[in-house]
């Protein structure tokens, strides 16, 4: 059942009583729930995993995968947050004044979330923020409501108090509802193209305002890299989770000198994926969630094909029920082209072949796009030269589509803005307040 404007205005009304109560418990009573929401999911792990198979059609290992993950993400959270929370003395002016930085709860703010890595993308979001005493509407994606739902039904039996994390439930237009309602702060994650709209919206009104968005990621494979380890490894950042994740590899240049062997074990790699039913443990590839990607995948393959390029496997929707698209290889491609331009979120990936570093650096600059690249080489030197240069909140040496706990995730351009993960991305959801304390 989909939210009303009259049902969030009575969980924002909760919230908002809630929240001071929350904020003034001990942070070791939110430390305690949050690490029993954690052991819930690793005691659920299995029942967790397959309803998310069964509504978004993410392979059911990776699903798994994505679950026993999240555990890493808490316990980082759980480590940090007394340190991230604590109060600096950051100057003693002679004997007579203290100035001291304090850090304080945003209040309610409203997570609407995605639904290819619903547990990843909401625990980045909602356990940091209720550990530094926020209360949190959430709003999951309509395409993993199941999930959202598991998801507030764990937190509820793992002590967070009625009206601290509320459920919103449905489409579209129910976050717009949400977004209109009296809260304190937005995390979103999504497209470019409704973070531009929440942006407008929320802009005037002064609040504190995050978005994680979409990415059209490049890697560059150099001319001494390791051709078959390389591969393999671009091959899985390519299509794993069918290509639907923000960090995906989403676009390859490869040194002119070893672009011919580098295709073809590329190609074979990806022709040895399993396609099939995500609830089968074999199955590397499912089918997409959203119906309409299928028609985003194709004009993309279509208009490349149109400018010249060549498709050496896949191009289109397999003939099986459900939203299968063939795992999709294209080459002799050029930025005139969709596929190299264009956010995918889909089994389809185009090489480009560069002549040297200065041409692949231009190559992987040109996107309207900042969240990572990476760089394939023997040489660290050389690959962080690269890295340096480029706008993206994450480079990866000889690795990609890799998310730590440690490190900030960040995006320049129309990836977004703000940060989660870290201990930046604990403290975005609290406001600093300057203290100057001068002894009577």
């Keep these: 059942m989909s939210d009303t404007p009259e049902t969030i205005a009575q969980k924002l009304t909760e919230a908002r009583r809630a929240q001071p109560l929350w904020q003034n418990v001990s942070g070791k009573i939110r430390k305690e729930a949050i690490g029993r929401f954690g052991s819930l999911l690793r005691e659920n792990t299995e029942a967790l995993a397959r309803t998310l198979s069964e509504e978004t059609g993410k392979p059911i290992v990776q699903a798994r995968a994505e ?7 808490i316990a980082f959270f759980l480590e940090h947050i007394d340190d991230a929370m604590q109060p600096q003395i950051v100057s003693r002016a002679g004997d007579s004044i203290e100035e001291q930085i304090i850090r304080e709860p945003l209040g309610v703010i409203a997570n609407i979330s995605a639904w290819n890595y619903p547990y990843f993308i909401g625990t980045n979001v909602f356990v940091p923020a209720l550990l530094t ?5 959430y709003k999951p994606s309509e395409f993993a409501s199941m999930t959202g739902q598991k998801i507030a039904q ?3 039996q793992s002590g967070v108090p009625a009206g601290i994390f509320s459920l919103i439930e449905g489409e579209g237009d129910v976050g717009a ?14 497209s470019y193209t409704t973070g531009k709209k929440i942006a407008a919206t929320i802009g005037p009104r002064m609040i504190k305002m995050q978005l994680e968005l979409g990415g059209k990621d490049p890697a560059y494979v150099r001319e001494d890299a390791d051709v078959e380890a390389t591969a393999c490894a671009l091959a899985e950042g390519a299509f794993y989770n069918a290509g639907q994740s923000c960090c995906s590899v989403e676009r390859i240049y490869v040194h002119a000198r070893i672009a011919d062997p580098f295709v073809a074990r590329f190609v074979q790699e990806v022709e040895s994926y399993v396609i099939g039913n995500p609830l089968d443990d074999k199955t590397f590839i499912g089918p997409l969630t959203r119906p309409s990607q299928i028609d985003v995948l194709q004009n993309q393959v279509d208009d490349a094909k149109s400018k010249g390029a060549r498709v050496l496997c896949g191009g289109s929707r397999l003939a099986r029920q459900g939203n299968y698209f063939a795992p999709t290889v294209v080459t002799n491609t050029n930025h005139q082209m969709l596929i190299m331009r264009e956010e995918s979120f889909g089994p389809v990936i185009g090489i480009q072949v560069a002549q040297d570093d200065d041409e692949a650096l231009q190559m992987m600059q040109d996107t309207e796009y900042g969240l990572t690249a990476s760089v394939y080489s023997r040489s660290r030197e050389q690959s962080e030269k690269i890295l340096r240069q480029l706008k993206v909140g994450t480079g990866y ?17 129309h990836s977004g803005i703000g940060t989660t993960l870290s201990i930046e991305g604990i403290r975005t959801f609290t406001e600093p307040k300057a203290l100057h304390l001068r002894k009577a």
Excluded: H, M, Y
Aim: proline share 4%; hydrophobic share 40%.
């Design 177 to 190: 509802k949400l977004l209109e309602s009296e809260i304190d702060a937005v995390f979103f994650t999504g």
């Design 133 to 137: 005493g926020n209360a949190v509407l």
């Design 154 to 156: 764990l937190l509820q």
């Design 397 to 413: 040496w000889n690795c990609c589509d890799r998310v730590s706990p440690r490190l900030p995730w960040t995006g320049r351009k």
């Design 67 to 73: 679950i026993k993950a999240t555990d890493g993400r």
